[in-house]
């Protein structure tokens, strides 16, 4: 529906979540955290779904946190419930791509990240711009964005507010990948395919694995990928006699 906050569209086994405020450059209030978090919810239990693309209407992926719901003080359902779908977001059992264009700042920026993947078109700009308005990140910038581009990079972005083109992104390992913007859709759609192409239930349990990792010492989690704790793909034997299709 065209009043809805966030769209769902499915093809082809991909889920396409949209932020729909594009008068506000999709900027993020609890409303849209609402809506959003019931799709996850939906995308975490649908077999149907073997990757979602996140992405945004108009011509911004996400410009941030809505600053009139901050000097509002508008609460969201529980005190913790963006950062908690952010984390949604992150844990959802199977592949997510960010399609990033125009802006991706702060609050969208947080919510990007939340994604495995992030794949931007040439006119997108990308910054944490918390000290420019006196705020501090709680939606997880201070322990993804290092994770992303290392401590000293993410303590100069953080520290200036400064923002930065896709170029500059691709570079220092903020974007996956950067393609012109007439080229980002089809770039995902070649790159979804690839994904819904290979085992689902790999594919959740590689996930599962890589976020274990960060949980556990280098030689912890090589004993514990070699006890198959997230069991096989239900898949396996099939594809195993179709020769690996």
């Excluded at 769902?8 to 999709?26: F, I, M, Q, S, Y």
Aim: hydrophobic share 40%.
């Amino acid at each position: 529906m065209a009043d809805d906050l966030v769209l769902r569209n499915d093809r082809d086994g991909v889920a396409h979540l949209t932020l729909n405020r594009p008068e506000k450059l999709n900027a993020l209030n609890p409303a849209v955290f609402m809506e959003l978090r019931t799709h996850l919810d939906a995308l975490a239990a649908d077999d149907s779904i073997r990757c979602m693309v996140l992405g945004g209407a108009g011509r911004s992926f996400c410009a941030g946190h809505d600053l009139n719901a901050i000097a509002d003080h508008t609460p969201g359902p529980t005190p913790h419930f963006e950062p908690e779908t952010v984390d949604a977001l992150e844990r959802l059992p199977k592949p997510t791509i960010a399609r990033i264009h125009g802006h991706c700042y702060t609050g969208g920026l947080e919510l990007a990240l939340g994604c495995d993947l992030l794949i931007g078109g040439e006119s997108a700009r990308l910054g944490d711009t918390h000290g420019q308005w006196g705020l501090v990140p709680v939606w997880g910038m201070s322990v993804r964005l290092p994770e992303r581009v290392g401590h000293s990079t993410a303590k100069e972005l953080m520290f200036t507010s400064r923002r930065i083109d896709a170029n500059e992104a691709e570079r220092i390992g903020l974007l996956d990948r950067t393609v012109a913007d007439d080229k980002l859709d089809a770039t995902i759609e070649s790159l979804t395919a690839e994904i819904v192409a290979n085992s689902a239930g790999t594919n959740q349990i590689v996930k599962q694995l890589l976020a274990d990792r960060a949980e556990r010492t280098r030689h912890e989690a090589l004993l514990h990928e070699r006890t198959r704790p997230h069991g096989r793909p239900d898949d396996m034997a099939a594809r195993m006699r179709a020769g690996g299709r």
